[in-house]
């Protein structure tokens, strides 16, 4: 129930096309689902989130489209660039009652390649 | 922009030997994380800490493991007695209060002989 899936394992894309990475949960209490991006040798940084009150949000070429009742969740990366060449991951968390921040819950990462 | 930082970026111990990695957070964040990468798999949560306590920790985080804040600034993982299977990427992260966003660290390297 904790599990978040994410595919493909990898990807190769040519430069200028569109990357898109597919994830799905099983837990309808998760309500902050974040994408990472991580190069070799560094920590995830995060890239966009969306909370579920959204179908769609957009930052720049990155779009995360949501589909609740589907319980799924995509990253779009439009115009893929050499340098967007990393491993993207899916998270997700939901708000703890007491206590500490929310932990998240890993997919497990789609390497991306773009080529040119 | 701020950065969590780790220490040392590569560790290498014997198995049964004590290792602590270091971080230090983000100043102003009061959630602390340590999570951990096994080569090729997913990025794996194994502890938050807030209000000088752990708030929730995983399976993986078991009695060998115990976390610290010593100081102002400070977050340490301590091992006690390494195993193989502990070989991994452990990252730090922190965030802000009423603040999804959480900030990774660079990780340090751990290699358990």
């Known amino acids: 129930q904790q599990q978040v899936k994410q595919s493909p394992q990898s990807l190769i894309v040519q430069k200028g096309g569109i990357s898109i990475i597919n994830c799905a949960y099983e837990n309808t209490a998760f309500d902050y689902f974040p994408w990472y991006q991580q190069f070799p040798g560094k920590g995830p940084a995060l890239l966009i989130a969306i909370r579920p009150d959204v179908s769609e949000k957009k930052e720049g070429r990155f779009t995360i489209s949501f589909n609740k009742s589907a319980k799924q969740f995509s990253l779009h990366i439009m115009d893929s660039q050499p340098g967007d060449s990393a491993t993207y991951f899916c998270?997700?968390?939901?708000?703890?009652?007491?206590?500490?921040?929310?932990?998240?819950?890993f997919g497990t990462g789609t390497q991306l390649k773009v080529e040119l | 922009e701020p950065e969590v930082t780790q220490t040392p970026s590569h560790q290498v111990t014997q198995m049964g030997q004590e290792v602590i990695l270091r971080c230090v957070p983000i100043s102003n964040h009061l959630y602390f994380y340590w999570y951990r990468q096994i080569l090729g798999q997913k990025v794996e949560f194994l502890v938050s800490f807030y209000n000088n306590e752990i708030s929730e920790k995983s399976e993986i985080f078991d009695d060998q493991f115990s976390v610290e804040r010593p100081d102002g600034s400070n977050f340490t993982l301590k091992i006690r007695s390494t195993k193989l299977e502990d070989s991994a990427m452990y990252f730090c992260a922190s965030k802000q209060l009423n603040n999804e966003k959480l900030f990774f660290g660079s990780g340090t390297q751990l290699s358990v002989l």
């Open positions: 998270a997700a968390s939901m708000k703890r009652l007491t206590g500490g921040g929310n932990k998240l819950t």
